[in-house]
């Protein structure tokens, strides 16, 4: 099992940049890949970007792309997602999720999730 830690949310105007961060603990980091998921008030959780075990591969949803980055670094533990332009629609709680196989964008494949934190963009 692999628990998972999510920081780094706040409050930003629009247009500027945050990164939050997911920790892990638990079983070797590297053995899972990671999705960004977000749900902002009476909207359904969404898709926001994942990473592949080794961090070679990346995917977007259009709504993010060009904007926000994925990256890891398994020797920390630790998946970030760098947001920039931000806009006050990425206003929402932003989990992190994990899962022991490959990358995927649905949240339903993924087995282990964070708490969340916030993200508050302001126009």
């Known amino acids: 099992q692999v628990q998972l830690v999510e920081s780094g949310g706040g409050s930003v105007q629009a247009g500027g940049s945050l990164r939050v961060s997911c920790a892990a603990s638990g079983r070797p980091f590297s053995t899972y890949s990671v999705g960004w998921f977000r749900q902002a008030p009476g909207k359904d959780r969404e898709f926001v970007a994942a990473i592949s075990l080794s961090g070679r591969n990346t995917y977007y949803a259009d709504s993010v792309k060009g904007r926000f980055t994925i990256s890891r670094d398994n020797a920390k533990n630790t998946v970030y997602l760098q947001m920039g332009s931000l806009r006050p629609e990425d206003t929402a709680v932003y989990y992190c999720?994990?899962?022991?196989?490959?990358?995927?964008?649905?949240?339903?494949?993924?087995?282990?999730w964070g708490q969340g934190t916030q993200v508050t963009v302001s126009s």
């Open positions: 999720a994990a899962r022991s196989d490959y990358v995927s964008s649905y949240l339903d494949d993924y087995d282990y």
